[in-house]
Every structure is written in C-alpha cells, then in structure tokens.
C-alpha cells in the first residue's frame, strides 16, 4: 500500500509537489552538487528523474529564476547563477533612517491592503498551519523618486485590528505597537537581482534593471508578525557593515 511518498514526494501534506521541487532543486544549488555556472537538465529530463507533469517542473524553475538563484538563456537551457551568500551584519542599512538624517523625507504610498489566504511560501516563511494575513503593498518614494516596492504579510490574528488608515498615518511598526505587539528582532537577507516587468512598471524604470531582493522577517518576543520582501533599485542601494574585534 502506497503511504503517500513518491520519489521523494509527499503527496499526502498541504505543501504543492512544485514548492517540494523547488526546495529539492535549491538544495542542489546551496550545497553546490548543482555549481555556480553550470547547465542544469532540461524541463523533460527532470520530469523524467521526478515523475512530475512538465507543468510542476516548469512552475518551481520559474520561482528560481524569479528568485535569481537560476537564469535561463534563449536557445542554450538554464544555468545556475553566481552564489548568493546570506551573511550576519551587526548592522544593517536603513533607507528611512539615512534619508532622516540627510533631512529628506520619505513617503510609503499604500498600493493595496487586503486580507487574504497566504500561498504555501508565504505560510511557511510565517510558521503558520493555517489562517489569513493582511498583505501590505507600498511604493517607497523620496523627493519624488520611487525607490522600492514593499509587499509585507502579517498573520491576521497578530493584529486582527489594524487598519489601512491606521498605517497610512502612523506606518506599519508604530500601528503595531499602538494595537499592543512589539516588534524586537529582525532577521535580513538581502541579494542582487533584475527587476520584473511590474516592479519596474510602478518605479519608472525598465524590466530586467538592476536592484536588490531583500527579504525581511519581524519577530516580537516568540513569534514570526511580519514577513516582507522588498524590491529596492540598485542605484539607491547602499550598506554598511560594523565589525569589532
């Protein structure tokens, strides 16, 4: 009798046989079997090796390529691309608080603010089983100049009472608080990438310009209460890294 398992697969759990792929893949490539520059086998060839249909195969690549651990070239396949390294800094850049003190303001525009049912990524990124998130999308902005997309997911029983008005006037960290939760530690991760056509729409710029993925996790005192991956334009990008002996 079959348990559920299927070339590695397990098909009896809530997470999609792409995302499962995906994870396998990226697995290669973090642990280098799979080397920075090197082909990677064909959609048909990993349909065959998986036992998967062509359009699971084709659906966990594109989140690589989106993701820019892979990258695919007309007429020759799809090639990993350069490591991306994850390192601790003691310190990372903020855009607001550089800008504060150059006396610049910044604007956050609210795109959109929805609850919604997160997708398998999202749901685990936020460690949660089940339940909605308000999603957040905003467009940072200084003299006039759109810098970076934001779109951040907070679990909706986290502050079931927040609003779109509350963080237009007061922003989302400050809303938090005021509705009693904390945010105290961030975890950051950030590396280069070429901007998709849409987030190059809303900033004025030209698909495939340069910029920076980052990706933020937001913890109060034992939980994961906001997750955000935010597009920021290479050219605006800038970090300081503080080391001690």
């Known amino acids: ?114 609850v919604v049912t997160p997708d398998e990524e999202t749901r685990e990124k936020l460690g949660m089983e089940g339940g909605q998130v308000f999603r957040l999308e905003r467009l940072r902005s200084v003299d006039g100049t759109a810098y970076a997309v934001e779109i951040s997911c907070i679990p909706h029983d986290v502050c079931p009472k927040i609003s779109r008005e509350d963080i237009d006037k007061n922003g989302l960290y400050k809303s938090m608080r005021n509705s009693g939760v904390y945010p105290q530690r961030i975890i950051e991760k950030f590396r280069a990438t070429a901007m998709q056509k849409s987030e190059a729409k809303k900033m004025g710029l030209k698909a495939s310009a340069p910029a920076i993925h980052l990706e933020r996790t937001t913890y109060d005192k034992n939980r994961i209460i906001e997750y955000c991956v935010s597009i920021v334009r290479g050219d605006f990008f800038a970090c300081t890294v503080e080391m001690k002996s």
Request: glycine fraction near 8%; aromatic fraction near 10%; include cysteine.
């Open 1 to 114: 009798m079959s348990n559920g398992r299927e070339n590695g697969f397990d098909k009896t759990i809530p997470i999609s046989l792409y995302y499962q792929l995906k994870e396998k893949l990226l697995e290669k490539i973090q642990t280098e079997e799979w080397k920075p520059g090197q082909k990677i086998p064909s959609e048909s060839e990993l349909c065959a090796a998986y036992g998967l249909s062509r359009i699971t195969v084709r659906k966990a690549i594109e989140e690589l390529v989106r993701s820019g651990h892979l990258e695919r070239f007309q007429g020759r396949g799809t090639f990993i691309t350069s490591t991306s390294f994850e390192q601790k800094l003691s310190k990372f850049c903020s855009f607001s608080e550089e800008l504060k003190k150059r006396g610049k303001k910044e604007q956050a525009g609210i795109l959109s603010f929805e």
